[in-house]
């Protein structure tokens, strides 16, 4: 049984830490072997007969420039002495953030429905009580994007998600389908608590994994496949901040005329204020993977 991807922290911190600089832990280490495949494929222009080479290089021959409707669901997941930190209007910010962030890439976000928890347990999110939480809350099928904004988010990280795999509707363990979405801290929502990181761009990084994207600094490494999309620089250190001057140069023998590491690309760990969009190759990377695993499911 293909085994649904829920990314964890690589440093597990107390629940009541703060995760600085911005950390979601997501690695190739945690990919599922026909994940994995999948992005070599698109990658490397494999034309093998296995069936993940196949249906990746069908996923990328469809029409990249149909525009994607998402519809998604918000949760809003509270303890008692913390829902006053969320206020009635952030939803729909964090919603045109997300739009912001994706509308130029052919990607935009339909919010369905909002729901509003007071739950100690589940605003920390650990363990036993993630699982509970999100079999009780998820809404829609494997194309719907269900974030579960927490207050307390556990593992000293500001957000985590899942990759997409290939299970369907009524074909997989429900508690592997219910695993799918993102956790995100709360206080990274615009207007959040946490400074430097609240104008909703934690979401729209972990949304990007929910596409199938990888971070830019993939492997810590100037050498090897990276996030395996060719026009992301090489980058061997994520970004913490926005080191822009000088510019931030963690593999500066690599090949090509940019030198510096894509500390404006929303899969890097910079600061929202620094984020400013994707390259045109993980724009066909999301559309790749969105036909090939969520469309239709």
Not at 142 to 163: A, E, K, P
């Amino acid at each position: 049984m293909i085994k649904l991807l829920l990314l964890a922290s690589l440093g597990l911190l107390s629940a009541a830490s703060d995760p600085k600089p911005f950390d979601c832990g997501t690695d190739t280490a945690h990919a599922s072997e026909d994940f994995l495949n999948t992005i070599a494929s698109l990658h490397d222009g494999q034309t093998s007969g296995s069936p993940a080479a196949r249906a990746a290089l069908a996923a990328r021959d469809k029409d990249n420039n149909s525009a994607i409707t998402v519809d998604a669901v918000f949760h809003i997941v509270a303890k008692k002495d913390k829902k006053a930190d969320i206020t009635d209007d952030m939803p729909q910010a964090q919603l045109d953030s997300l739009n912001e962030s994706y509308k130029p890439y052919g990607i935009d976000f339909n919010l369905i429905n909002v729901t509003w928890n007071t739950n100690d347990a589940w605003a920390v999110g650990d363990k036993d009580a993630d699982l509970e939480m999100k079999k009780a809350l998820r809404q829609g099928t494997y194309r719907t994007l269900n974030i579960y904004f927490q207050t307390d988010l556990s593992g000293g990280v500001l957000g985590r998600c899942t990759l997409p795999s290939p299970i369907a509707n009524g074909k997989s363990d429900p508690t592997v389908y219910a695993n799918d979405g993102c956790n995100v801290n709360a206080n990274t929502m615009p207007d959040g608590a946490m400074e430097g990181y609240n104008a909703g761009k934690t979401a729209v990084h972990e949304t990007g994994h929910w596409l199938g994207l990888l971070h830019t600094f993939e492997g810590n490494s100037c050498d090897g496949p990276g996030d395996f999309i060719d026009d992301t620089p090489q980058e061997a250190q994520a970004t913490d901040g926005c080191p822009d001057a000088p510019p931030k140069q963690s593999c500066p023998e690599q090949k090509g005329a940019d030198k510096n590491d894509p500390i404006h690309n929303f899969m890097d760990y910079s600061i929202d204020s620094c984020y400013e969009g994707f390259t045109a190759l993980q724009h066909d990377r999301m559309h790749h993977m969105y036909n090939m695993y969520r469309d239709g499911n």
